[in-house]
Each structure stands twice: as structure tokens, then as C-alpha cells.
């Protein structure tokens, strides 16, 4: 990927003095035009950098008063404009958002798994030695205190958010209570519950299958 970035100038404030005196033909106004240096990624402020800059131009014969003492006074009084930190507030407005939507996703699993439906389906994680592997679960049914759930045929070795397409749940049973599946949650081995799915999930492909050729232990 190509990133386009740099050092741009700004102009941040065009005024007119009308006290100021040309240090040329000692006339009175000023015009005034004050820059600031920023950083930009694809033409995208970043933030200001640098101090700022000044042209000052006589009113009335129009010659350059850039070392006339009232540049410090205007330089002093002019705001850099928010727009030049445009590339810091979209990162701090990214973060927030990803910040909240992690903690209504963490919400919502708690939900769904302190009141378990049939067809959830929980991804767990499993962290052994130093792999890492995935597999779902799927809420076959509930009785009182316990949930009853299907696996899946496959196992993965990277994050996955669906069933591939040769995968389904098998009808062998696997018996929790409320209480276990919140341990879980809390471990961090539930990683993600789903409902209200559409089929291109998989979620809802499940077989019989032959449980004494089945070697799964959730």
C-alpha cells in the first residue's frame, strides 16, 4: 500500500491592521496572513508542527513588512484552527468507537450466555502450550439449569467467524450448566456468541453422525 504523506502549509488568518505603521512609507494598515506548518497523510491533517509564519504587506504601497513589530502581537493572538489536528480527532473517534463497540459486543455475550436460546452458537478458543485453535458450539437445547450443545465437525487453527463450507454440527451432546458457560466466558474461551444469524454462517448445518467415530472433547 502507498501512503502519501508530508509537510504542508497552512494559512490560518488573513486580517488587516489598521494600526500598524509600513516601516516603508510609513503609512498606516497592514495586511497580514499567518501560516502554520502541518503533517498530512492522504492530504489529511495530522496535527500543526513548526511556529507559525507571517506575510505583512503594506496597504498602501504594498511592500513587504515582514519585520515590522506587530507580527509577534497578531502571531501571538491567532488560534491555530482545529481542522489542522483533523487526523489526530478521526484516530481518538476510531479508538472511542472500537472502545465501546468491544464493550456492548462483551455485554451482549454475557447476555446471551446468562439466558441461553436454542441455535446460539458460541466460538471457543483454546489456548494449548503454544497453539492456538478454535471450534463452535451450537445450543441444541436447554433443560432447567442446563444447556445442551452440538459440535462442530472441524477444528481451526486461525480465527475464524464462520463455518467453512464442508463443516456442519453433529448431533453428539454435550451437557453444560449456566454456571460453567459464564466460567468460560470469564477465561475468555467464549470468543464470540452468535443469534440471530443468517445461513451464510453454516450455523444452521447440522448431521447425524456416528458418535464412536466422533473423537471431539469440548
Not at 464462520?162 to 450448566?177: C, H, P
Request: glycine content about 6%.
Amino acid at each position: 500500500m502507498i501512503f502519501i504523506y508530508g509537510r504542508k502549509k497552512a494559512k490560518i488568518k488573513k486580517t488587516t491592521d489598521h494600526i500598524g505603521t509600513c516601516t516603508t512609507c510609513n503609512s498606516i494598515g497592514l495586511e497580514f496572513e499567518i501560516f502554520r506548518d502541518y503533517f498530512h497523510l492522504f492530504w489529511i491533517p495530522l496535527f500543526p508542527v513548526g511556529d507559525k509564519e507571517s506575510r505583512v504587506y503594506c496597504t498602501k504601497c504594498g511592500k513587504p513588512n515582514n519585520f515590522n513589530p506587530r507580527v509577534k502581537h497578531f502571531e501571538s493572538v491567532t488560534s491555530t484552527p482545529i481542522y489542522l489536528y483533523s487526523g489526530v480527532l478521526i484516530f481518538l473517534m476510531l479508538i472511542g468507537t472500537l472502545v465501546i463497540t468491544n464493550i456492548n459486543t462483551q455485554k451482549e455475550k454475557a447476555l446471551f450466555v446468562a439466558d441461553p436460546k436454542v441455535g446460539d452458537v458460541y466460538l471457543i478458543r483454546k489456548d494449548v502450550n503454544d497453539s492456538t485453535y478454535y471450534y463452535f458450539l451450537r445450543v441444541a437445547r436447554t433443560q432447567g439449569d442446563t444447556v445442551i450443545v452440538y459440535p462442530n465437525a472441524f477444528q481451526y487453527f486461525s480465527f475464524v467467524y464462520k463455518l467453512n463450507d464442508e463443516d456442519y454440527f453433529v448431533t453428539q451432546e454435550f451437557f453444560f450448566t449456566k454456571n460453567e458457560l459464564k466460567e468460560l466466558l470469564e477465561k475468555g474461551e467464549i470468543n464470540g456468541v452468535d443469534r440471530d444469524y443468517d445461513d451464510s454462517y453454516g450455523f444452521n448445518r447440522v448431521k447425524d453422525l456416528d458418535t464412536d467415530s466422533l473423537r471431539f472433547s469440548p
